[in-house]
């Protein structure tokens, strides 16, 4: 069964097995003892810290390990602001930053802080002006990602860190996503990854803080990993995980571009294949494995578990595969399309005949889905005069775009079309409905119980 998920979790790489099979027998002591036992531990940490070190390109003492890459996020973000607390208590981040980044952004504010959120384009990329407008006097610290995990497209680092380096403000880059592919160019102050997604054992993040950063750890003190991350170090899952990272680093160049022709493939085909699809993110500055696209008339959880059923493992960001029922923050961001959202992120070693499967199955199966749904097949011509209201209440994505898309062809060009809907993703998809089918979103007001979206049509 294919599994494309490697944004999520990639598959574990055999050198990670074999790392960690081999290291269960040699790293299992108290690296701090001076005993055999804990030398021999001593030396696998170390050997494994100067490895990572290398693949981040950082220094051996400026990096730490951690639980895990959001533990990593975490610390960091709490060490540097508190570092930097004379400084200011201003935070900047982007609008699609990992969960990890936004959740300690809410704890600064909860706790007195200030964050801004810089905004980004339809690709999903900031701009270095934006993030230069965002800084003040009194901000401690941004952090932007290095490549995003929903849409693949990548950030301008360098060009950030260096309107920050001229601030005088440090920079944290979660480089999760990243990693894998190769060192984050520019002048960053602090960078997070994590294990698991460049196929190393779950559990295991880093933290690497440049010299000369002021950071000050919180919680009790700890007297392992400079007091960065408390607890005993887990060397037989670090040292699988650096093994892995430089083993995918290996083959990351040959692996890019091969898997680079594949999402290429799956982003020219789909639009070909199936009507009313929007593929989102940047179509060059990307990862050479993530393509994501939405399907309008589709419920992104029936879709998922369809094809789950045709033999695929996709991820999704629609509001209709989460537990809140609102659309992905990322999508929300970007202002694109977010029903039917579908995340294809191949792992190591995909094979073209497997991307050719899920191209051939994938029509059927989201003509299937539209078609429980009861989406419409086409418009139908208009009497004269008049305008409607479509009451979708208490109706969650796709079926307020469906009811919309059945009735337009029912008011004269010129005319209008009111949709009441009280679900979040609404406010994206029905102006995403009004750029992919030529028609005029005239805008939302207040309604009872929800907001009124009113669309005129054009043609």
């Known amino acids: 069964m294919p599994y494309f998920d490697a944004a999520s979790s990639a598959p574990l790489h055999p050198v990670a097995r074999q790392a960690l099979h081999a ?8 690296p701090a003892r001076l005993y055999r036992e804990g030398r021999r531990a001593r030396l696998l940490l170390d050997a494994a810290r100067e490895a990572a070190a290398d693949a981040v390109g950082c220094r051996p003492d400026e990096l730490v390990f951690t639980s895990s890459g959001t533990r990593a996020v975490h610390t960091g973000i709490a060490g540097a602001l508190a570092g930097r607390r004379r400084a200011g208590k201003h935070l900047v981040v982007s609008a699609v930053e990992h969960s990890s980044v936004l959740h300690s952004a809410e704890v600064h504010e909860a706790g007195g802080g200030t964050v801004t959120e810089v905004g980004v384009d339809r690709g999903g990329a900031v701009s270095p002006e934006a993030y230069a407008e965002a800084l003040r006097e009194d901000t401690a610290l941004a952090c932007l990602q290095s490549a995003n995990h929903e849409v693949g497209t990548e950030q301008p680092v360098a060009e950030v860190s260096e309107v920050c380096r001229a601030a005088g403000v440090p920079l944290l880059v979660d480089a999760a996503q990243s990693l894998a592919w190769g060192r984050v160019e ?3 102050s602090l960078l997070t990854g994590s294990a698991h997604k460049w196929g190393g054992p779950a559990g295991v993040g880093l933290l690497a803080v440049r010299k000369g950063v002021r950071f000050a750890p919180l919680g009790p003190a700890d007297e392992r990993e400079s007091g ?12 699988a995980a650096v093994a892995s990272l430089r083993a995918v680093r290996a083959e990351a160049d ?28 940047d179509p060059v500055r990307r990862l050479p494995h993530v393509v994501t696209f939405s399907c309008l008339y589709v419920d992104g959880e029936t ?3 369809e094809l789950d059923r045709a033999g695929f493992s996709v991820s999704s960001g629609s509001s209709c595969t989460s537990s809140t029922l609102t659309p992905s923050h990322v999508l929300k961001a970007m202002g694109v399309l977010s029903e039917g959202n579908v995340r294809v992120s191949l792992p190591a070693g995909t094979e073209a005949a497997e991307v050719e499967r899920f191209l051939g199955a994938l029509p059927g199966t989201v003509a299937g889905v539209r078609e429980k749904l009861g989406a419409p097949a086409g418009a139908t011509a208009g009497a004269e005069g008049g ?3 479509v009451d979708a209440l208490g109706k969650r994505c796709p079926l307020p775009v469906i009811e919309l898309a059945k009735v337009i062809g029912d008011v004269p060009v010129g005319g209008t079309v009111t949709v009441l809907a009280d679900d979040e993703a609404a406010r994206l998809d029905i ?15 207040p309604a009872d119980h929800g907001r009124a979206y009113v669309v005129r049509r054009r043609s």
Not at 228 to 239: L, Q, W, Y
Request: hydrophobic share 45%; aromatic share 6%.
């Open 431 to 445: 102006p995403a409905w009004c750029e992919m089918r030529g028609q005029e979103y005239a805008g939302e007001r």
């Open 228 to 239: 960065r991350a408390a607890g005993f170090e887990n060397i037989p899952a670090i040292v």
């Open 23 to 30: 290291s269960l027998d040699e790293g299992w002591a108290d």
């Open 387 to 389: 305008s409607l209201v």
């Open 186 to 188: 520019g002048g960053w």
């Open 303 to 305: 879709l998922l578990h």
């Open 254 to 281: 040959a692996e890019a571009v091969r898997l680079r022709e594949l999402t290429e493939r799956i982003r020219e085909r789909v639009p070909a294949l199936v009507p009313d699809v929007e593929v989102v993110g």
